[in-house]
């Protein structure tokens, strides 16, 4: 479910941010040989249903021959295919969020912890070749809607997306929290990049990594915390989309395929997709 949850959601953000309309991609997609209706394909782009395989990529080919990426109008951005094999296929190189490569690296067990302690130095250059750490840059780009749309979706007191450096967090685009640097040592995104999954803290006072943290006692005294890792162009975990509350929440398992598919959106902007 993951690989086509990103799928979906990134073929419909493309589609809805370039406005390429689903009567146009339902007629393209058509042309090629789809068999769903244009109400399916509608709902589909909108995130209200979910289709086969062959389906989307159909329908990712005819999003992407009216992006007729690569263009400047898309910064060669492309819908994601079920497979690399696919990909190459259409015409495309393999992309980061191709569904092989989802399965690599966004879909993991959700136990799964992997330190980065020994890879810091890999890492910090990771960082540091995202480019992300220059405020031009990171303004430049179409972050700060996503942490927007993440905050919308889950009606949380506040959405980032953190940079972790090497003694502290940085937070280049945010809707609802502060965007000051915080010591590494208390970054609860500092936790998180030790995942390669959505890390979950329901309540911050119930976790002994977190009760004593001074932004849980103190201002802005969170109690939830959520987070996806954000990956750099060396493939390092670099930073985390993230939300937070300031009560306990649970967090199901469709909350952490939509923060995931959020995180991939990111991903996108953060990494262009290869191509060769």
Do not use: W
Request: aromatic share 6%.
């Amino acid at each position: 479910m993951g690989s086509a949850d990103v799928q979906q959601g990134v073929t419909a953000d493309l589609a809805a941010r370039f406005g390429v309309q689903p009567e146009r991609v339902h007629s393209v997609y058509r042309q090629s040989g789809g068999m769903c209706s244009l109400g399916e394909v509608s709902a589909y782009l909108l995130d209200g249903g979910m289709l086969t395989s062959l389906q989307r990529d159909l329908v990712s080919d005819a999003v992407n021959e009216l992006l007729n990426v690569p263009y400047p109008r898309s910064a060669g951005q492309r819908a994601p295919y079920t497979h690399h094999d696919v990909a190459a296929a259409a015409g495309y190189g393999p992309s980061e969020l191709d569904g092989d490569h989802v399965d690599r690296r966004l879909r993991r067990p959700t136990s799964r912890e992997v330190p980065v302690h020994g890879r810091e130095p890999a890492r910090l250059e990771d960082l540091r070749a995202s480019n992300l750490l220059d405020p031009a840059v990171s303004r430049s780009m179409s972050l700060q809607r996503l942490p927007t749309m993440a905050r919308t979706y889950f009606g949380t007191m506040g959405s980032a997306l953190t940079l972790i450096d090497a003694d502290k967090q940085r937070t280049p685009v945010a809707d609802g929290v502060p965007t000051a640097d915080v010591p590494r040592d208390l970054s609860f995104c500092n936790a998180a990049i030790a995942f390669d999954t959505t890390m979950v803290v329901p309540d911050t006072r119930l976790d002994d990594r977190f009760r004593t943290n001074p932004y849980v006692v103190g201002a802005p005294r969170i109690r939830f915390y959520a987070g996806h890792p954000i990956n750099g162009p060396g493939g390092h975990r670099i930073g985390v989309l993230c939300l937070l509350y300031d009560t306990p929440h649970t967090f199901s398992s469709s909350d952490r395929r939509k923060l995931r598919t959020l995180a991939a959106l990111v991903q996108l902007e953060m990494v262009p997709p290869r191509t060769t």
